[in-house]
T-cell receptor, first 113, second 118 residues
Framework: DAMVIQNPRYQVTQFGKPVTLSCSQTLNHNVMYWYQQKSSQAPKLLFHYYDKDFNNEADTPDNFQSRRPNTSFCFLDIRSPGLGDAAMYLC????????????FGPGTRLLVL | AQSVTQLGSHVSVSEGALVLLRCNYSSSVPPYLFWYVQYPNQGLQLLLKYTSAATLVKGINGFEAEFKKSETSFHLTKPSAHMSDAAEYFCAVSDHRVLTGGGNKLTFGTGTQLKVEL
């Protein structure tokens, strides 16, 4: 089945220690998104890729970076995680047309100690 | 700017009872509207979406929603709740304008936790 996969499902890191979350997709969609969802809150878009073009939301902290080496994979790098970065991180994909559905992965829950 | 308001962060119904989850939106352009469901520790799954075709939209698992422009609402309903419907439900709005390059930006409501009791 075509799907969006996120690894790991749970990630524990230490305060200030860089961490990378990964997302892969078999849908061959050219748009990939990263959302941050804090406890009991709505998902919030951090950035998205259209093919290799990276687009940052205006209020996404510089501490968050992303890489997309190819169509299938996308990585979220948190350079110096703080306690406030503990959250569920959701990856999603879609085709480029504006009305297209976004398909979400299962998420990675990040804990910062 | 677009926004979504979901009235009631927690809704509790009895199994077999009607489910009604409320969503009101604000958009400067004709909106596209979505309902997603999230089970514990899982990603979001699309239930249904409105993209300016029929105002009554049917989705998966027996859910449907009606777009009412005059009320700026897109409430989600299901005639008979099942225990497996217990989850968090998010309403989201997207305008016609794509993000830079492609794709669409979803603005989510804060979610409604649905509890189904025996």
């Amino acid at each position: 089945d075509a799907m969006v996969i996120q690894n790991p499902r749970y990630q524990v890191t230490q305060f200030g220690k860089p961490v990378t979350l990964s997302c892969s997709q078999t849908l061959n969609h050219n748009v990939m998104y990263w959302y941050q969802q804090k406890s009991s809150q709505a998902p919030k878009l951090l950035f998205h890729y259209y093919d290799k073009d990276f687009n940052n939301e205006a209020d996404t902290p510089d501490n968050f970076q992303s890489r997309r080496p190819n169509t299938s994979f996308c990585f979220l790098d948190i350079r110096s995680p703080g306690l406030g970065d503990a959250a569920m991180y959701l990856c999603a994909t879609s085709r480029a047309e504006g009305t297209e559905t976004q398909y979400f992965g299962p998420g990675t829950r990040l804990l910062v100690l | 700017a677009q926004s979504v308001t979901q009235l009631g962060s927690h809704v509790s119904v009895s199994e077999g009872a009607l489910v009604l989850l409320r969503c009101n939106y604000s958009s400067s352009v004709p909106p596209y509207l979505f309902w997603y469901v999230q089970y514990p520790n899982q990603g979001l799954q699309l239930l249904l979406k409105y993209t300016s075709a029929a105002t009554l939209v049917k989705g998966i698992n027996g859910f449907e929603a009606e777009f009412k422009k005059s009320e700026t609402s897109f409430h989600l309903t299901k005639p008979s709740a099942h225990m497996s419907d217990a989850a968090e439900y998010f309403c989201a709005v997207s305008d016609h304008r794509v993000l830079t390059g492609g794709g669409n930006k979803l603005t989510f409501g804060t979610g409604t936790q649905l509890k189904v009791e025996l």
